[in-house]
């Protein structure tokens, strides 16, 4: 993992690119819908409050489902038995499939909150953008969709959030955009930089940006966004500042 990384080049640093430009950001903008084939109850139980959580639709499968409605747009999570299943009622199964079990509940729910949100099956670039003060702002974007906002008052949080969602999405770039704050909490600051930089994969750009008018609100279609998660949410839309 980099601070302050230059960049590479190419169409991924395009899609980055293109966050700057953005006028209306739609927060849980669902463009797919998410299918439960799923019969452990207890992992089917965790997967239902987990996308509660996200604010992800969803619905299940039944005898009739795979013929009144194709499953190409859909995003299945699925367990052993809930494939078999799938397979049995005839389903073509050419939808995005997620198999899933007890020890990845939280990663297949976060790839499907990402995959739900885009009108791909690839994801070119995910962003994290973070307020850092007494109230933490964090808000995650794939490619030009923002997924994710809500603000923490614990760097441990905020920190086991940004490895669940840089863990789970299968990003070809991804980077995480700090606001430098006042001196007052610089040293705070580096010490929760440095305990993200120990959590999180070698392969995230991590850059810092100047705070300067991130706490303006952008034209966004979510009343019930803090002002420390709109911050949040304009410092993932600002470029690096070398430091």
Do not use: W
């Not at 747009?73 to 005839?90: A, E, H």
């Not at 020890?103 to 995959?115: N, Y």
């Not at 930089?193 to 100047?210: G, Q, W």
């Amino acid at each position: 993992m980099k601070r302050n990384p230059g960049t590479d080049g190419g169409d991924v640093n395009k899609i980055a690119d293109t966050l700057l430009i953005g006028v209306v950001i739609a927060v849980g903008n669902q463009k797919r819908g998410v299918v439960l084939s799923i019969y452990n109850p207890k992992i089917l139980y965790k997967v239902v409050d987990l996308l509660r959580v996200f604010d992800i639709t969803y619905s299940g499968v039944y005898d009739n489902s795979c013929f009144e409605n194709s499953l190409t747009d859909y995003i299945m999570l699925v367990d052993d038995y809930g494939i078999n299943y799938l397979k049995s009622i005839n389903c073509t199964l050419d939808g995005i499939i997620i198999r899933i079990d007890e020890s990845t509940i939280e990663k297949s729910v976060v790839l499907a909150l990402a995959l739900s949100r885009i009108d791909r099956r690839v994801i070119e670039v995910l962003i994290a953008g973070i307020d850092y003060g007494l109230n933490i702002g964090l808000a995650l974007f794939v490619d030009s969709e923002l997924i994710f906002a809500k603000s923490y008052r614990s760097d441990e949080t905020v920190i086991k959030m940004l490895k669940m969602f840089f863990e789970s999405i299968p990003a070809k770039k991804k980077i995480i955009r700090i606001g430098i704050p006042s001196k007052l909490i610089q040293s705070k600051l580096d010490k929760f930089i440095d305990n993200l930089l120990k959590e999180l994969p070698r392969d995230i750009l991590v850059e810092l940006v100047h705070e300067h008018k991130t706490s303006r609100q952008p034209m966004i279609v979510d009343d019930n966004l803090d002002e420390d998660s709109i911050a949040a949410i304009n410092i993932a839309l600002k470029t690096s500042q070398k430091h």
